[in-house]
């Protein structure tokens, strides 16, 4: 180790000194799960997929909780509104490459930046890989309190340079109707299916849920409406 300029610049410096064709960033507090992960990564990671995302373990204070990777159909509403765990992200050398080293700019949100950049703006493969591969606790910078308005600062500037604020406001109108579809039914609803409930979403605040859920959601939640 040696003085450097913060987390990203560290981050950088490791990557330049890598060789190898997958890089994945363990910083302080991360562990491999197991001294099986590198091969199991290896067994299941399909060719020339550009970014990978495991799985990965939280550990509380009292409790340990269970991080799954987003699959390709949730990727893009898991990076607008959260982020991938840089520990279980198995990245290309070639996303470096591409576009660049971590921002070192940013003091928090540079991991998330450059995999919404490669992925969400430069569609680059993905692949969610079933793998644990790391184990973290909750003390590193992104979880501080004192260090949310920063992040989100950072965030939105870089949502502000990739997506037009038109589809912002979209995207902030769907996930409103996401949380008032869970209040109504009591159980998680993915994004895709909220989406049917888009074109009526100037007429939904006015009508009961239940029967605007009647004539655009799928036979599944019909079923529940029904109990």
Not at 53 to 70: C, K, L, M, R, Y
Not at 83 to 107: C, M, N, P, W
Request: proline share 4%.
């Amino acid at each position: 180790s040696k003085p450097d300029n913060g987390i990203y610049a560290a981050m950088n410096e490791g990557f330049l000194n890598s060789t190898g064709d997958y890089i994945i960033f363990l910083n302080s507090g991360d562990t491999f799960v197991s001294t099986q992960v590198l091969s199991g990564i290896n067994a299941e990671l399909l060719p020339e997929v550009q970014f990978a995302q495991g799985n990965s373990i939280q550990h509380t204070a009292d409790n340990h909780v269970g991080i799954e990777a987003p699959d390709q159909s949730g990727l893009f509403y898991h990076l607008y509104h959260k982020s991938l765990h840089h520990q279980a992200s198995v990245i290309s050398r070639r996303v470096f490459e591409k576009y660049g080293l971590y921002d070192e700019t940013l003091k928090i949100c540079a991991d998330w930046s450059l995999a919404f950049n490669a992925l969400i703006v430069g569609n680059e493969s993905y692949q969610q890989l079933q793998t644990v591969i790391a184990a973290g606790d909750l003390l590193g910078v992104s979880n501080n309190p004192e260090l949310f308005n920063l992040q989100k600062q950072e965030r939105q500037t870089v949502i502000d340079k990739c997506i037009p604020k038109f589809v912002q406001n979209e995207l902030y109108e769907l996930e409103l109707l996401r949380k008032k579809c869970e209040q109504v039914f009591f159980q998680p609803i993915s994004v895709a299916e909220v989406a049917r409930l888009l074109p009526m979403k100037r007429f939904l605040w006015f009508l009961p849920v239940r029967l605007v859920g009647s004539l655009f959601l799928p036979s599944r939640w019909l079923r529940l409406i029904k109990k």
